[in-house]
């Protein structure tokens, strides 16, 4: 895989949805790795060096709860964001115990998204980078960038020179 761009892995069951959300990531410089099923999602990203990966709920076989726990076991660094039309506080809740960076509900803005992976992937950066808050602010501050695609491509620019 290209390493200047960001690997995204998407695991959501509705194959149309699936389709639509990588074609509109990938125009936008996303390498994405898309897959049906949790079992599936472990597997690619075994294969594949995963930054982020958005992960549907509600499936059939593994759900997300689990793929969630289990991408979080294996991978380090990777930030998980849970995309899910079936939302709940109480799923909101336990996800976030298990270390999904972000709930989103759909229909999710491709903005919203957008802004959510920028934030995502700076966590990843400063937790593997070892970069402090104030000091990954002023970096971005200095980059002059301000849409999440400028933070990310910054971001991946950083990552790659530190790691
Ligand atoms: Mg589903």
């Known amino acids: 895989m290209e390493r200047s761009k960001i690997n995204l892995l998407i695991v959501d069951d509705e194959e149309q949805f699936l389709e639509s959300i990588s074609k509109r990531l990938e125009v936008r410089d996303f390498n994405v790795v898309a897959v049906t099923r949790g079992e599936k999602a472990l597997e690619a990203a075994r294969r ?8 549907d709920l509600k499936m059939p076989g593994m759900d997300g709860e689990t793929t969630l726990a289990a991408l979080k076991q294996e991978h380090q660094w990777m930030e998980v964001v849970i995309l899910t039309g079936h939302g709940s506080i109480d799923s909101a809740v336990e996800c976030t115990k298990s270390g999904a960076y972000s709930y989103l509900q759909k229909p999710c ?3 919203r998204l957008l ?5 995502a992937y700076k966590k990843r ?5 070892k970069i402090q808050q104030e000091r990954m602010d002023e970096i971005l501050k200095m980059a002059g960038v301000s849409s999440p695609l400028g933070i990310l491509r910054r ?9």
């Open 48 to 55: 594949c060096p995963i930054d982020i990966a958005i992960v």
């Open 109 to 111: 803005e491709l903005e």
């Open 115 to 119: 802004e959510v992976l920028s934030e």
């Open 125 to 129: 950066v400063m937790n593997k980078l």
């Open 155 to 163: 971001l991946r620019e950083l990552e790659a020179a530190g790691q």
